[in-house]
């Protein structure tokens, strides 16, 4: 008998995500799959992908989720906090959501409204002593997919000192499951195949969580829709404040990560090698004209960027090895 | 210490998608992967998906591959055979190109040119009383994609007597990953996007090994390139022979089948919902018009169309359970 | 002062197409573009490529119509007949829905619902002597976009004899715009990029216009979403009928015809080299197997599928040459 | 009898996009259209969108060219200089090429390699008093297209100080057209599609022509390949210099341009807008963290990027009025 997992919210994108990681994990057994407008309907009405999954989506209720060794909340922002304060302590709770992740709680009221929920240990086990965090933790806030590749490009920078913390640009492209699975206009595939338009241009509401985690002081992010269902890819840009090789860096803050991948010198990242794989692909140059430090960083942002990294972070939590049940090897042509 | 397997022509799209699926099938050590011109390259210069796989490409020998347990050929269609000839019995092979698939040396001769090299066990263990005739054999020529979206839709129809089976029209389109990786102008990017277009109308090559593996006697077949990556979508129309159900007669067939699943009544294949999965959607109905059968199939081109169906084959060679190391759920969105 | 004309139902794709198309006529002056829900909003904040047309939506109503020399109505199926009703006869009028083309009301009931308003001429000028017909004509019917890529193949070889009416097989793949731009989850660029997958299959409601526009009597269409935003490739198969050569019997029958050009032997058609223009391209060949005539067609569903050919029938009822406004040129790549 | 004008190079993207609008000019006559190595070949055959364009390539020689009026060189880099020297001074010509775009001479050795051939009128003519140099030039050199995005979001900026000339960052993503029909496996559509990848980091050939054009002092340029035929859209970000708003001062730049238009606050550009047309979309703000002015810019590079602009250039150049021919209106969806 397997570690037993439930997903409350998981008629979405990034639920849907989780519950093919778990249904291919040696040691999760996935006992509950819950959702709002969708309960009581069959989970391969919604993820026609999990065709031979049986099961029927249950109402996102704290009983449904009670007896769980682990919850994962895949939840719009807003609503972990009510629910995740429902469950018992024994069960440990991965947020994919927001409500958790900022540690100012003015920041958190300024980019989402309401009352903030406290921070609970940040889910980028890559960081500088994260990993035995979120292995003792009961709750763990998982990355936002923007946060989860701009903070892999750019911390070790920061905390080496290689890079200025202020005047960072970041612009990051998403494909279009970033932006959720509720019927919009503007994201039908008429709307964006061939396209390519930024948006919440000036004011992201991750651009807090961003500077919390890398330690940037300033940043601006520009995030732009991409014609293309997964990945995300960032561009980052700082001030040298050293000599350091900004690639050197890299190479040695990720030289143990089985995750995250700094290219070989001259290669640089494609999303789609990372599509269905929790892998981060690194490179970086210096910027000849400019002098600016230039990383660029891919990661799907289905999988390191939200379900994949929620399943490492469980494993961890677990007591698993890290990498049980996820993949390094994208899923390409 | 695990099976060891090599692949001969691995630096294809279909050989890539074989060393992913190796590298995540929990009883196959890959201990070779050869290639033409790109001999001596890091398998991720050709493959970044495979980034962290430390592998260079050896050069397509017979003595690259002599001490696998079992060797996968995903060579260009007319190169299989010799390299065949030349390893020995004991080692098994799966062959991925066309060169064994077709008893009728005639009909060989025809559609490739050249001389024919001999039929070897069909490698589509869901046709009946194939499974047992697979795992007996060293020596199993994999199915074309088009043909194994095909001939799951269509074979269990003919042989049930539900449908005729002269006149049986097929319009099939594919993913761009079915042309392979050369590099053609009518294959770029700018080309096939936003781009449908038929090819090889009125005599595609892959014609006589449908025949042969569904019984028709009389069968068109229209392939179009779809513009996406991967997948398959085939329209199978027949006449119908009988007054049996054509859902049913699948459900039937497929019923203890783990990778070919008729769709609940209602539901229509997606070629999205099998990417990176080895299984078939099927579904069925009756046109209210002209009477017609219609069948619609949908795989993963490199899935159970290439990849997938090969370690399929393979496992059975081996005496591994059937589904080790594939997956039934594709990576959607 | 031009031509006045109106669009009566322009917040859709099919209305935006027109209003592009107005917009670069030179003989024909938008006067007002109505919407529903839209009523009051710029042009622009739906249809951003028409940034620079300084118009607002008026409100769907036949008095912002009735001073119009010409409206096209680009409305919802079964909203036509009353709008249409409640213009003076001086008013010429192209219905871009369905509601006045079918002559049988009985199948217009079963597969529209609600009472049939009666037929009007059918708006594709290519058919043997439609095109006087058009010209003469204050009330047109424009087809519908998989009819008029299925017509313009079919209809002459089964007016020539070289193909039986019977038993006609189609398969038709349109992109996303075809769907329209309402907000429907199983629209969202997320779900259809990177997938085919087939819907009504069994029972189009297009089949009895095809029917009625061809002479098939019998025919069965299997209708295909496409990962492109516009773009319709119908592959139309049936049987011989007489030893005629199919792609004769097309270059004959549009010899002097500027918008429908049956390609060189050996070229295909591609629905790319169709966009934004009002071309059709069409090739024909005999099935080596099966000896069916296979005939493929390509138009843009926006275009020869609908806004382009109301404008080419605008053309001809206004007396003006049929090519005026429109282009054979595609946009391409 | 119309204007006698000529394409050499008329086999790449750009030159199909010339033919395209050359054929749908109203002042224009075609009389010549080379290639390389499709002389002999009919335009159709590399241009399927031109079909009904009946015109055979010849080859790219000055007697192919020397009668024309006009000459559109869209040649490869570093072929236009001598092609050109070969014409005489009565023919002018618009290189479509970087061949005459730089005044340093030094930049240009450096980046392209060999020799310059000196630098000729800038053709873009929405920069401050270029209309009339264009106008008055036999000898114009067409931008390239990202430094036609980027110059257009930035040039009035530094012109009016409003942001300051040193650490201009820009991220600019292409569609694949932009990367030429040379049949390349990274281009190839299994390639790019669902893949966003930078390219030439940190030193790109176009910096210099920006830094000319724009009058910026210090700009790191990464350019993005996105999974899209056309379109650029080009993020340019500034250190603001002054208290004037950024978008009043582009509103201000282009109130009489017929093809920029700076859309209404709140609106941010879309590249699929401008699809095949001649138009620039910019929306501006500040950037509330960081304080950084940010610019987007959309542009079809096939258009404003490249044809669209050389056409605007000839129209000037020839006495026209500047928007003859082109369209300010997207084909979209």
Chains 1, 2, 3, 4 share one sequence.
């Not at 979405?12 to 093919?20: D, K, P, S, T």
Request: aromatic share 4%.
């Amino acid at each position: 008998m397997g570690i037993r997992v439930a997903v409350a919210g998981a008629s979405g994108y990034a639920g849907g995500e989780l519950l093919r990681l778990i249904a291919g994990h040696p040691e999760l057994d996935l006992v509950t799959a819950t959702a709002h407008s969708q309960a009581g309907a069959p989970v391969t009405a919604v993820h026609p992908q999990l065709t031979g999954l049986d099961l029927v989506f249950a109402a996102t209720e704290p009983a449904a989720l009670a007896d769980a060794d682990l919850v994962f909340l895949a939840l719009p922002h807003g609503e972990s906090a009510a629910l995740a304060a429902a469950l018992p302590e024994s069960v440990r709770v991965v947020d994919l959501g927001a409500d958790h992740r900022l540690r100012d709680a003015a920041a958190w009221s300024r980019y989402y409204g309401g009352e903030h929920a406290g921070a609970w240990v940040y889910g980028l086990p890559e960081l500088p002593g994260q990993r035995a965090r979120v292995a003792a933790a009961t709750r763990v806030a998982n990355t936002g997919c923007y946060a989860a590749a701009i903070t892999l490009a750019l911390a070790p920078l920061v905390a080496a000192g290689a890079v200025a913390p202020a005047d960072v640009v970041v612009v990051a492209a998403s494909g279009t499951s970033g932006a959720g699975r509720a019927a919009k206009a503007h994201l039908l595939g008429s709307e964006v195949m061939g396209d390519l338009s930024p948006y919440k241009v000036g004011a992201h509401q991750h651009v807090p969580e961003i500077k919390q985690a890398t330690g940037a002081t300033s940043l601006s992010l520009t995030p732009v829709l991409a014609p293309m269902p997964r990945g995300i890819l960032a561009t980052v840009t700082a001030v040298p404040a050293g000599d350091a090789d900004p690639r050197a860096v890299l190479a040695a803050a990720y030289a143990d990560s089985a995750f995250v991948h700094v290219l070989p010198e001259g290669t640089w990242p494609h999303t789609a090698a990372t599509l269905g794989a929790n892998s981060c692909h690194l490179q970086a140059t210096v910027d000849v004209d400019s002098g600016r430090v230039i990383v660029v960083s891919a990661i799907d942002n289905l999988g390191k960027g939200a379900a994949g990294q929620a399943v490492q972070c469980a494993n961890l939590m677990l007591g698993l090895p890290e990498t049980t049940g996820l993949s390094t090897y994208g899923v390409t042509p």
